[in-house]
């Protein structure tokens, strides 16, 4: 199974030489296994895959972790919306007063976006995770409501032995540097435990995450410990503060390697990458 | 073990940062988090004790009428939010470890999250005689 990273930043695009490196496109990652293919995520790295190429089957799977907009502002601009052949499956959480196809369409209509969502050219089919795990194709899929404003859900892909881990946006401790010392007092734990590769978020140092408690993200310090004690075998540091530049954040990424230890693999997300599981 | 679900991880945090005691129950009515408020009440650390069955939290702080006369766990608020999924409010006594009887009003909510599933309840207790 291959991770492919279309985007790694969070909350807006940046498009700075500064931020080039570790990429600007706000977060999108690619599940592919063969021929079989899941989008996670439709922020602006969507944009980056080359759907000609790899989507030529009329059926195309996007599953959304929530609805805030750097998940988002790729669904009204990515080609196969406008093909009118083609068949958009978009998968996403429920458990808000307000439908997943209500909520889609504050953001796909006038006037925020220029079409209304019923006049999308496409096949939109769009679906409410089911709270039990059920497959695309090949992928056993598995969602879990975790700490984060709103609606938010992080997956766990499977597929046969291998598996990964996508929690782009959480808080699993609310105004702590540490998580509970239970693990199943750990939001989101179960989806990570054992995983072969989790995409998590890192937004901060631990510093800056003082003054940022309830924002909705987590220091790198605490994504490694919820790495570590979920026996997750491999981290990839993801949603990068745009405000930091790929210095910045290479400058914080590595005072935390030289603070601590993990017998796993860390490393920081970086857009267009792509990692085998 | 499965991790509980966000609904009560959301709540245990939420305990952890008030100075009122709280009890949190999974669907089943087992004891599974109180925070240290409840402590002195229950005369029980929860470092010490880790969850506690229904039939032994309802008895452990010998709730009981005006007349000394014993209410039985099935009365407890918390208990009835776990049997009917709906809010549930009473004033009674407990004894204290010293064995000393005090007034509390206890009310218990249920814990239903997005995913429309009763994931337990959670129940504030608050001392009629505090002064604040």
């Not at chain 1, 021929?35 to 996670?40: Q, S």
């Not at chain 1, 969507?46 to 805030?68: C, K, Q």
């Not at chain 2, 650390?45 to 039985?72: L, S």
Request: charged share 25%; glycine share 8%.
């Amino acid at each position: 199974m291959r991770i492919k990273l279309h985007g790694t930043r969070g909350a807006y695009p940046t498009s700075s030489r500064e931020t080039q490196k570790l990429g600007g496109k706000t977060p999108c990652i690619e599940i592919i296994e063969k021929n079989e293919r899941l989008i996670l995520d439709a922020g602006t790295g969507i944009l980056n895959i080359d759907f000609d190429s790899y989507y030529t089957s009329v059926r195309i799977d996007i599953l959304l972790t929530h609805l805030h907009m750097d998940h988002i502002q790729g669904l009204g601009f990515f080609k196969p919306i406008f093909d009118p052949n083609k068949e958009i499956h978009i998968w996403g959480p429920g458990g808000s007063s307000y439908t997943l196809k209500d909520r889609l369409n504050r953001f796909l209509s006038p006037p925020l976006f220029p079409v209304m969502l019923r006049d999308i050219p496409s096949k939109l089919v769009i679906h409410e995770l089911p709270n039990e795990p059920f497959k695309l194709g090949k992928f056993l899929i598995t969602s879990k409501f975790v700490c984060h404003p709103g609606p938010t859900v992080g997956f766990r892909i499977q597929f046969g032995s291998k598996s990964v881990t996508y929690i782009p946006d959480h808080e699993p401790m609310l105004s702590s540097q540490h998580l509970f010392k239970e693990d199943n007092w750990i939001s989101g734990f179960d989806l990570c435990k054992n995983t072969d590769l989790l995409v998590h978020d890192s937004q901060y140092s631990s510093g800056e995450y003082e003054n940022k408690a309830g924002w909705g993200h987590c220091s790198m310090e605490i994504a490694a410990e919820l790495s570590a004690r979920a026996r997750a075998r491999r981290l990839v540091m993801f949603h990068h503060d745009p405000e930091q530049t790929d210095r910045d954040r290479t400058k914080i990424f590595r005072k935390f390697l030289s603070t601590h230890r993990y017998d796993f693999p860390i490393e920081l997300a970086v857009q267009g990458h792509e990692i085998e599981v | 073990m499965s991790a509980h679900e966000i609904e009560i991880i959301l709540s245990r945090q939420l305990a952890d940062c008030l100075t009122v005691p709280v009890f949190i129950v999974d669907p089943e009515g087992t004891l599974i988090f109180y925070n240290e408020p409840a402590e002195q009440i229950l005369g029980k650390r929860f470092q010490d004790t880790g969850e506690m069955r229904v039939g032994d939290w309802g008895n452990d702080f010998y709730p009981h009428d005006e007349k000394g006369n014993t209410i039985p766990p099935a009365d407890l608020p918390l208990v009835q939010t776990i049997n009917s999924h709906v809010p549930a409010h009473k004033t009674f006594w407990i004894k204290s470890m010293e064995g000393k009887s005090f007034k509390i009003s206890v009310t218990s909510i249920p814990i239903i999250g997005r995913s429309k599933e009763f994931a337990g309840a959670l129940a504030v207790f608050w001392d009629n005689d505090l002064k604040l």
